[in-house]
């Protein structure tokens, strides 16, 4: 059984993609936003959409009609940029589309005939009267802009979101794997019975044991701890040789948590390439057969099924690892059947060499 941290580890290549990834959208966002943004320059009233276009001309023509001045009418209609710039300038065709979206604009007798008087003072082949249109209705037209201005706010905010949410994952991964390296190497202590995950314990030599213990520790389960699974490594300097650890083994009824009946200890060696797990059971399950026969199934390695009780220890070995585990208390929930499921149990661990 690999530690959280270890699967963490096994997945580096994934991890640093997504970093990778999330760095070149932060980077890009900032980059096209902040840094080198989309700027116009030299923009012409023929680059409008064409419902604006169509008004824009409608404004100038009346204009033109007042002062009569063809000099500003040219100049305000952009045809005195250069061609690229200005697509009326480029193609005629397209200065008098823009008439033709103007004249299905006009709301007037009057206005039609200001149209005109611009379109023939600049020499456009343009006849209000003859003038059939191939563009969209007015009132589409119109609406289009808007329509395209909302789709490019739904856009970017889902943009955003996508990135927070990214982030959000990340952060969580980071932090998983930090908690669990913390709680794997330096242990937490809380009140009680001892740490949830553990507390290392001072190494001293037991009896039976010609050496202090590689590694001591101790795993508090609680009931509603849903997620109790601590493992530890089990290193000679710096040399791995293993891991062991406690875990939920098996659960009865239903309810907002579980309701653990029988935890596992087990310990794996890197030389033996197995795990050996021993199941102990609360007095009920241990008691029951057909839980007892569920529990022996989940033994391996040489492992035992046992019942669970204060002060007894169970070893577990391996061609070049001993793990003592030592049941220090046990507390049950208060509920039927009696002594059913565990409140708390605190186990401690010793790893020796063999």
Same mark, same amino acid.
């Given at each position: 059984?690999?530690?959280?941290?270890?699967?963490?580890?096994?997945?580096?290549?994934? &991890? %640093?993609?997504?970093?990778?990834?999330?760095?070149?959208? &932060?980077?890009?966002?900032?980059? =096209?936003?902040?840094?080198?943004?989309?700027?116009?320059?030299?923009? $012409?009233?023929?680059?409008?959409?064409?419902?604006?276009?169509?008004?824009?001309?409608?404004?100038?023509?009346?204009?033109?009609?007042?002062?009569?001045?063809?000099?500003?009418?040219?100049?305000?209609?952009?045809?005195?940029?250069?061609?690229?710039?200005?697509?009326?300038?480029?193609?005629?065709?397209?200065?008098?589309? *823009?008439?033709?979206?103007?004249?299905?604009?006009?709301?007037?007798?009057?206005?039609?005939?200001?149209?005109? %008087?611009?379109?023939?003072?600049?020499?456009?082949?343009?006849?209000?009267?003859?003038?059939?249109?191939?563009?969209?209705?007015?009132?589409? +037209?119109? +609406?289009?802009?808007?329509?395209? $201005?909302?789709?490019?706010?739904?856009?970017?905010?889902?943009?955003?979101?996508?990135? =927070?949410? #990214?982030? #959000? !994952?990340?952060?969580?991964?980071?932090?998983?794997?930090?908690?669990?390296?913390?709680? !794997?190497?330096? *242990?937490?202590?809380?009140?009680?019975? =001892?740490?949830?995950?553990?507390?290392?314990?001072?190494?001293?030599?037991?009896?039976?044991?010609?050496?202090? #213990?590689?590694?001591?520790?101790?795993?508090?389960?609680?009931? *509603?701890? @849903?997620?109790?699974?601590?493992?530890?490594?089990?290193?000679?300097?710096?040399?791995?040789?293993?891991?062991?650890?406690?875990? &939920?083994?098996?659960?009865?009824? #239903?309810?907002?948590?579980?309701?653990?009946?029988?935890?596992?200890?087990?310990?794996?060696?890197?030389?033996? &390439?197995?795990?050996?797990?021993?199941?102990?059971?609360?007095?009920?399950?241990?008691?029951?057969?057909?839980?007892?026969?569920?529990?022996?199934?989940?033994?391996?390695?040489?492992?035992?099924?046992?019942?669970?009780?204060?002060?007894? +220890?169970?070893?577990?070995?391996?061609? /070049?690892?001993?793990?003592?585990?030592?049941?220090?208390?046990?507390?049950?929930?208060? @509920?039927?059947?009696?002594?059913?499921?565990?409140?708390?149990?605190?186990? +401690?661990? %010793? /790893?020796? %060499?063999?």
């Amino acid at each position: 059984m690999l530690t959280i941290l270890k699967i963490l580890e096994e997945h580096g290549k994934t &991890i %640093r993609l997504m970093v990778g990834v999330l760095i070149g959208l &932060i980077l890009g966002f900032v980059i =096209a936003w902040g840094v080198w943004p989309v700027q116009w320059q030299d923009a $012409s009233p023929g680059q409008l959409h064409p419902a604006y276009q169509g008004y824009y001309i409608n404004a100038i023509a009346k204009e033109y009609q007042q002062t009569g001045n063809i000099d500003v009418a040219k100049h305000k209609l952009g045809l005195d940029l250069a061609g690229k710039a200005n697509p009326w300038v480029k193609e005629q065709e397209n200065l008098e589309a *823009g008439f033709a979206q103007a004249l299905e604009q006009t709301t007037s007798r009057e206005d039609v005939i200001t149209l005109g %008087r611009l379109a023939q003072d600049l020499q456009l082949n343009f006849r209000p009267e003859a003038f059939v249109p191939e563009t969209p209705d007015a009132e589409t +037209e119109t +609406e289009a802009p808007a329509t395209r $201005s909302t789709l490019g706010n739904i856009l970017r905010v889902l943009g955003y979101l996508i990135i =927070a949410l #990214a982030l #959000a !994952a990340l952060g969580y991964l980071l932090y998983s794997r930090f908690v669990e390296k913390r709680r !794997a190497e330096e *242990g937490e202590q809380e009140p009680g019975l =001892a740490g949830a995950y553990g507390g290392v314990i001072e190494d001293v030599a037991v009896e039976g044991e010609a050496t202090p #213990a590689l590694r001591t520790t101790s795993a508090t389960y609680r009931e *509603g701890d @849903d997620f109790f699974n601590p493992s530890f490594s089990i290193e000679d300097g710096a040399e791995f040789l293993g891991e062991c650890g406690v875990d &939920i083994s098996h659960t009865i009824g #239903a309810g907002e948590h579980k309701k653990v009946t029988a935890l596992e200890i087990w310990l794996f060696d890197k030389s033996d &390439i197995k795990t050996v797990t021993t199941v102990l059971a609360s007095e009920y399950a241990f008691q029951d057969p057909t839980f007892g026969e569920e529990l022996l199934s989940k033994v391996a390695g040489g492992g035992e099924l046992r019942q669970i009780v204060p002060g007894e +220890e169970i070893v577990l070995e391996t061609t /070049a690892l001993r793990v003592r585990a030592s049941v220090k208390a046990v507390e049950y929930a208060n @509920d039927v059947p009696a002594n059913s499921y565990f409140k708390e149990a605190n186990i +401690e661990l %010793r /790893a020796y %060499r063999r």
